[in-house]
């Protein structure tokens, strides 16, 4: 059933295209992407888009710097990791001008302890670590305000900043980390506010383990991106049709349970 309903999405979107694919390795499509639940995804579909001629060389990282460094240098073809605000961020900073192909899910962002059980028990000077780069440090720190343990001088930007923060009644003491340690040294900390998918990789549940959790409006899609060159190739607007398929979306609500969330 899964098989059939891939088929039939990526069939369609090759004859709107009627294009061939660029020279060199025309059948292979190399993607950038974090392990979970990114590389997962792609490999549910890989043996799909197998049989329609199309190879994936998935590529994991652990960071969300090199994937877009190398699609951007035409190293890789294209990446599957990060949200809108991130890219945006992303492409302000490199000077870089990679582009949004389609949107695929969503990872509520959460807050996570390993020595206290809710965000009350936080005792004043409690420590915090939040990611390190702006579009998650920011969305770090919304939540943060939502579960009541500050207050934002802005309560709605996506990028605030430490220096943006109006009141901290516990006087909470932040650390800024990058995104894929923040597991690692969660039993340092009083809370850390983690990425689902390094969430996941810990073995860690969102549904279960985190204090406060991102709710399903939240904003934060998961992009497939590619540069302006490639990002109507056949190849690209093969997978896109994969990633966006009744199949996919099964698999996401089946294998996550919420954590992770189908966007289309």
């Known amino acids: 059933m899964f098989r059939t309903l891939i088929l039939s999405a990526a069939a369609l979107v090759l004859a709107a295209c009627g294009r061939e694919a660029p020279q060199g390795a025309p059948d292979t499509l190399t993607v950038a992407a974090t392990a979970v639940p990114h590389a997962e995804i792609l490999e549910m579909v890989r043996p799909i888009l197998a049989e329609q001629g199309l190879k994936l060389d998935v590529k994991v990282f652990n960071d969300y710097v090199q994937p877009n460094l190398q699609v951007d240098q035409k190293q890789l073809d294209v990446s599957y990791f990060q949200t809108a605000p991130y890219l945006d961020e992303f492409n302000k900073a490199r000077g870089t001008n990679l582009v949004r192909v ?3 899910h ?9 020595k206290h059980k809710a965000l009350a028990d936080l005792p004043q000077g409690a420590s915090v670590a939040i990611p390190n780069e702006p579009s998650n440090g920011g969305r770090a720190l919304l939540l943060l305000q939502k579960g009541g343990l500050i207050t934002l001088k802005d309560p709605k930007n996506p990028l605030s900043t430490l220096n943006d923060i109006a009141t901290n009644p516990k006087g909470l003491k932040f650390r800024e980390l990058e995104a894929a340690t923040l597991p690692r040294v969660l039993g340092e900390l009083d809370l850390a506010v983690i990425n689902t998918n390094f969430a996941l990789d810990a073995k860690l ?10 709710d399903k409006q939240s904003p934060y899609v998961n992009f497939l991106v590619a540069r302006p060159d490639n990002k109507d190739d056949p190849r690209v607007q093969k997978l896109a049709a994969a990633l966006n398929s009744p199949a996919v979306k099964a698999f996401i609500e089946k294998t996550y349970h919420g954590a992770v969330q189908p966007a289309f």
Do not use: K, Q, T, W
């Open 205 to 214: 549940d969102p549904a279960r383990d985190a204090l406060i959790l991102e």
């Open 106 to 114: 969503i990872e509520p962002i959460g807050a996570y302890s390993r």
């Open 102 to 104: 389609i949107g695929v």
